[in-house]
């Protein structure tokens, strides 16, 4: 038996919006207004202040670490999954890091909160954790030890 990874979910509106804003005399093609009202959007239903959209998963990773760096330019470890994408583990080496590997869980294929708390030191300086397939891999027991040690917890949602 065969399970796609995925399917495209992409709908006939969604596709006539790109083509009427194609069709403008001078479309917008980056950041246009329609990235704002849509961040915008985006923020309210997650229920924070901010969001930035970008072009790629890969830019995400690389923006957040290059955000991480400005707060411990000194560098120190990050706590990075053995399951994910390889644009993870670059962006943290890329900006002076060094990833700390932990295995995950099977059943959430998602790091395994016991293993992260037993990795934290005084040197993390956030966990990196990669959600597969739509599975949550946070627990209270990881979102409370993280909090209390006031390290920052940073999600890839795949
Ligand atoms: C967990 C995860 N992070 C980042 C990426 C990179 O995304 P992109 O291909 O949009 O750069 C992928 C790509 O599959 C991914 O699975």
Not at 28 to 38: I, Q
Not at 97 to 120: E, K, Y
């Amino acid at each position: 038996m065969k399970f796609p990874l995925m399917r495209n979910n992409i709908l006939r509106e969604d596709l006539d919006a790109v083509i009427a804003h194609l069709k403008q005399d001078d479309p917008m093609l980056t950041n246009g207004a329609n990235v704002r009202a849509f961040e915008q959007e985006w923020s309210e239903w997650l229920g924070v202040k901010y969001s930035v959209f970008v072009n790629s998963g890969a830019s995400a990773n690389l923006l957040t670490m290059a955000v991480l760096k400005i707060r411990y330019p000194e560098g120190g470890d990050v706590i990075v999954p053995t399951l994910t994408w390889v644009s993870d583990i670059a962006s943290v080496i890329q900006n002076g890091f060094t990833p700390i590997f932990v295995d995950i869980d099977p059943c959430t294929l998602a790091m395994d909160s016991q293993q992260i708390i037993s990795q934290l030191t005084d040197k993390t300086r956030a966990v990196f954790l990669t959600h597969v397939q739509g599975f949550d891999g946070l627990t209270d027991e990881l979102l409370t030890e993280l909090a209390q040690r006031n390290i920052p917890l940073i999600e890839d949602v795949l």
